[in-house]
């Protein structure tokens, strides 16, 4: 491989199917009405899911969270404390970026440590959507793990 040149591992088509089926069956399981986003390792989105009765807001929501997560590699829920050691600057700054979203939903598909792709979840609480959205996580990891 070309020194100049990356190889960046991607999550697929498929596997976003199962993980957002996952967080679709949290979200029925906590009897709430979501909107769901995966995105690919680049931040394309791959898959997505607008629940029936799901506010029309969530789904920019859930885009805006799914970018985040796989731009920094971190969970949306981590900005908040984040922020808190960072300057004033960057602590008004950086929430008023275009397609950030630092509060919980948000979380990145890690590969041996690796960005390979990200969920947003948008609808319910904050509290909620974070569940739906690990519920994803966990599915991804477990099929990583048994392939």
């Known amino acids: 491989m070309n020194e100049l040149v ?6 697929t088509l498929r596997l976003a ?3 957002l089926q996952s967080a679709l069956d949290k979200a029925e399981e906590e009897q709430v009405r979501i909107s ?9 989105p791959i898959h997505s899911a607008h629940m029936d009765m799901a506010p029309r807001q969530s789904r920019d929501i ?7 997560a796989a731009g920094f590699g971190i969970s949306t829920k981590a900005w908040q404390e984040r922020l808190e050691k960072c300057s004033e600057g960057v602590r008004q700054g ?3 970026q275009r397609n950030m979203a630092m509060f919980g939903g948000g979380e990145p598909f890690l590969l041996d440590g690796q960005v390979i792709g990200a969920i947003g979840v948008s609808g319910a609480s904050e509290t909620i959507d974070e569940c739906c959205a690990r519920a994803a996580v966990e599915q991804v990891r477990a099929l990583l793990i048994s392939s």
Do not use: C, E, F, Y
């Not at 859930?62 to 985040?68: D, E, P, R, S, Y």
């Open 6 to 11: 990356r190889q960046q591992s991607t999550i």
């Open 17 to 19: 199917m199962q993980a």
């Open 36 to 44: 769901i986003v995966v995105v690919d390792a680049g931040g394309q």
């Open 62 to 68: 859930a885009l805006n969270k799914a970018l985040t």
């Open 94 to 96: 950086l929430p008023l």
